[in-house]
């Protein structure tokens, strides 16, 4: 029980930490949309939570009982993080920031990272009201 509850928290808090850093590179690209030359940069959220949980099992994620079975990190790259963005467009000046896909990711990533907060913030409560006597009053 311990182990699901510790593996559950590990998991939302690692994917809590790359919703931040996802923000933080968006950030960064709508703040240099006006340097030339500047390349966007975009985070696979995806495979970054797949290779930062890899040691980590995964709520609700089947174990692979026998050698046979595939592995969930199959086909991970290990530098999966931080990618070039592609442009959607050419500009004269190299830079590669598409204000509106940015403004789309960046409201996204801010949604989903909200959600994330939420419901950790839900399980630690729960695990708090769980660990309180049932005679304090």
Aim: aromatic share 6%; hydrophobic share 40%.
């Amino acid at each position: 029980m311990l182990n699901r509850l510790t593996d559950s928290l590990n998991f939302q808090s690692q994917a809590l930490s790359l919703r931040s850093e996802r923000q933080r590179l968006l950030a960064s690209n709508i703040a240099n949309a006006d340097t030339p030359g500047y390349q966007a940069r975009e985070m696979d959220f995806a495979s970054a939570l797949k290779e930062a949980t890899a040691g980590t099992a995964i709520p609700g994620a089947m174990a692979a009982t026998q050698a046979g079975h595939m592995s969930p990190a199959a086909g991970a790259r290990s530098d999966a993080q931080k990618e070039y963005a592609l442009s959607s467009q050419t500009s004269l000046d190299s830079n590669t920031v598409d204000m509106d896909r940015e403004r789309a990711s960046f409201a996204d990533n801010s949604v989903k990272y909200e959600a994330t907060l939420r419901f950790l913030s839900g399980q630690i409560k729960t695990t708090l009201d769980a660990m309180k006597s049932p005679n304090a009053s």
